[in-house]
C-alpha cells in the first residue's frame, strides 16, 4: 500500500481520519504530542515550525494529509507564523524533493466566517471573508498550494470543513455540519483525484438551508451518507434560532463574535 502522511495526527479530527484510512494507506502519524496507536504506523513526534522535523516526517510518503495548524478564536499572525505559514512551506518543499503526488489540506469555514448568513449559501469562487487570523491562514495556505501545484506539478486539494464530528452540537452548525465517516470519504476522492492542479470544494453534507454550496465536493464524486437533521446532539437543536448579534448573524459565529468590532448594520450591508 501507498503511504500517507497525516500532520496533526494526534488531534480529535486527525485520530478519526486515521482510524478510516488506515485499512487503504500505510500511515504515518505526525504531531506535536504522539499519536495513539493505529496498527503499524509510523508515529513520529514533532513540531511543524522544525523544518529538520516536518522532513523526517515527509520521507517515504506518497501522499499528504495536512491538519496540523495553530488555531483559535483569539490567535495572533506571531502565533501562527512558524507552524502554520513556515511550517506549510516546509511540508510542500520537502513534498516536492520526496516525489509526493498528492496533498490534501484541511482548510476552514472560517476564511469566509465575516459573511452574513443572509449571503448563503456562498459558491466554491466566492471572495474570502476571514473572520480571524486563522481563517487569515487557511486562505494564504490555499494560495501557497495553488502556487506549488501549478509550478510543481502536484495534485491539490483544499477541503473547506463546516463543521466536523460525531453530532451537530448547536443551530448554526446544522448549516455546515459532515460526518467523521463523510470525511473520511471525501479525503479518499481527493487524495486519488486525477490530474494536477488546485481544487478548493466546501466540505459539508447536505443540509438545510446551508451557508455552503457543495458541488464541487460532488464534483469529485462525493455522495453524503449522513445528514445533520439525523445527527443532532439532542431534540432541542433543531428548535434553536440564530440570534440577532454578530454571533447569530454571521457564518463565522464565535470566531466572528471574538474580532467584530465593526457597525454590525453596516458590516451587514457592505458587498
Avoid at 487557511?138 to 473547506?160: C, H, N, P, Q, V
Wanted: glycine residues 10%; charged residues 20%; hydrophobic residues 45%.
Amino acid at each position: 500500500m501507498a503511504r500517507l502522511l497525516i500532520t496533526g495526527a494526534a488531534g480529535l479530527l486527525g485520530q478519526e481520519l486515521a482510524e478510516r484510512l488506515a485499512p487503504d494507506w500505510n500511515l504515518t502519524l505526525f504531531d506535536l504530542v504522539r499519536a495513539p496507536e493505529r496498527g503499524g504506523a509510523r508515529i513520529l513526534v514533532g513540531d511543524m515550525g522544525d523544518p529538520a522535523d516536518v522532513t523526517a516526517a515527509v520521507q517515504g510518503a506518497d501522499a499528504i494529509l495536512h491538519l496540523a495548524c495553530r488555531h483559535g478564536e483569539n490567535v495572533t499572525f506571531e502565533e501562527t507564523l512558524d507552524a502554520n505559514y513556515r511550517g506549510s512551506i516546509a511540508l510542500m518543499d520537502a513534498a516536492v524533493a520526496n516525489g509526493v503526488s498528492h496533498v490534501v489540506f484541511a482548510s476552514s469555514n472560517h476564511g469566509w466566517g465575516l459573511y452574513p448568513r443572509t449571503a448563503a449559501p456562498l459558491a466554491a469562487d466566492a471572495p474570502p471573508r476571514p473572520d480571524g487570523w486563522y481563517g487569515i491562514n487557511k486562505i494564504w495556505t490555499e494560495a501557497m498550494l495553488s502556487f506549488y501545484a501549478d509550478t510543481r506539478g502536484l495534485t491539490a486539494t483544499s477541503l473547506r470543513i463546516g463543521n466536523c464530528g460525531a453530532s451537530v452540537p448547536d443551530e448554526r452548525r446544522t448549516h455546515m455540519w459532515i460526518s467523521f465517516d463523510d470525511l473520511a470519504a471525501l479525503t479518499t476522492l481527493a487524495l486519488t483525484r486525477q490530474g494536477p492542479g488546485h481544487r478548493a470544494v466546501f466540505a459539508t453534507a447536505d443540509c438545510a438551508a446551508p451557508f455552503f454550496d457543495n458541488s464541487g465536493a460532488k464534483a469529485i464524486g462525493f455522495t453524503p451518507q449522513h445528514h445533520p437533521e439525523d445527527h443532532l446532539d439532542h431534540p432541542g437543536v433543531a428548535s434553536e434560532a440564530a440570534g440577532t448579534d454578530i454571533f447569530g448573524r454571521s457564518i463565522g459565529g464565535s470566531y466572528a463574535a471574538a474580532n467584530f468590532r465593526a457597525d454590525i448594520d453596516i458590516w451587514e450591508r457592505a458587498e
